[in-house]
């Protein structure tokens, strides 16, 4: 059995300790919460310290603010984004059959901004059939649409579309670190962003690495350990019973690994060093090919898009003399189809897209390559 998934993953023991070896770096930032003389900060893995610090009491995720303070998404650049999913949304319905009820899935909903958005683009036959849930550990914000159900955990067994926008990469991973001697370890961290290398990574962490992310035994080179974000979005496919489940994030592909890692933080619209106290998000690229179960496909967000009738594409200057309104709010809405296509931005993110029981609704001819995953051995093992 596998546990229900939540807006964002609850973390198991990540078995790491105090015992550490190796170099350390880091100094106090400005802002860090200072400890009683003679206090030692404790060293943790990377996976406990980042969910304690976005998940934990007072924690980054849930302050009022909420993401939208500090960083900005595809849902935030545009109600085209979910006017698109809205869209998605209707596909699946029509391959369903259009059943009595069709679920819709927010997962790390935020402030519920995409599932509001989605439930106010769509016809209102199919809303009106629509059960609207909203996945965040947050409290339900004031005002939401009465129709969307605020709920920790995702719903068991949907019909519809399980959406998760920029979810994976919130949920915690291990970072290791290659010594000088070529061992990869695991990198602990204090509340302050000080770093020291602990003890060499093992067991299924290993595998995963040797599978996913092979690092050259190259003193300082990095990686971040996909594992749990495998397990989050398999527990995420498992709950739809029929339908789609598609997670959207920066993504990186095998042979294409960054070779010093992604871990970095946001903080008021800015990226920063990443600290786990508290103070700022703190993300890392999702190895999308490595979440991928059978079936599976991998897009861009600008083939996704397009696909779903975001073109960017300028108005007519025609248009202009007929109708100067009209032009203004068509230019309008194709520079903000564009940035949410834009190659190097927001159109270079992957759309991993897991059909449940149905076609694959889009019509693409290109796709990213994901390797099977039913050639290469799993490294998962039991989600349970």
Known sequence: MMDRPTAREDL???????SAAGRTHGAQPPGSQPRAPGEAQP???????????????GGFYLRPEGPAGHFRTSVHASSLFASAVARLLCRVD????????????????????????????LPSGVAKRTRAYAVELADRPVGLDDRVEWVAAAPEGITGLLFANEWLDNVPVEVVEV??????????????????????????????????????????LRAEIGLPRDRAWAAAVAGVARGLAVAVDYAHLAGARPPFGTLTGFREGRETRPVPDGSCDITAHVALDACALPGARLLTQRDALRALGVSGGRPPLSLAADDPAAYVRALTG??????????????????????????????VPDPLDVPDPRDVPDPRGDCG
């Not at 060293?43 to 009491?57: D, I, K, N, Q, V």
């Not at 962003?193 to 290993?206: I, K, M, Q, T």
């Open 43 to 57: 060293w943790r893995c990377w996976r406990a310290a980042t969910h304690e610090s976005l998940y934990g009491p």
């Open 179 to 220: 010594d000088a001697a070529g061992a990869a370890r695991l990198v602990l961290v204090r509340e302050d962003g000080s770093e020291l290398l602990g003890e060499p990574v093992g067991g299924e962490d290993a595998r995963w690495l040797d599978r996913w992310w092979p690092l050259d035994p190259q003193e300082g």
């Open 334 to 363: 194709a520079g903000e189809a564009a940035e949410l296509i834009a190659p190097g931005g927001l159109g270079d993110f992957g759309w991993l897209v897991q059909p449940v029981g149905v076609p694959d609704p889009f019509d």
């Open 12 to 18: 198991s023991s990540c078995g790491c300790g105090s």
């Open 94 to 121: 029509e391959a369903l059959g259009r059943p009595e009820g069709l679920g819709f899935v927010d997962m790390a909903a935020g402030r519920g901004e995409l599932v509001s958005g989605v439930l106010a683009a």
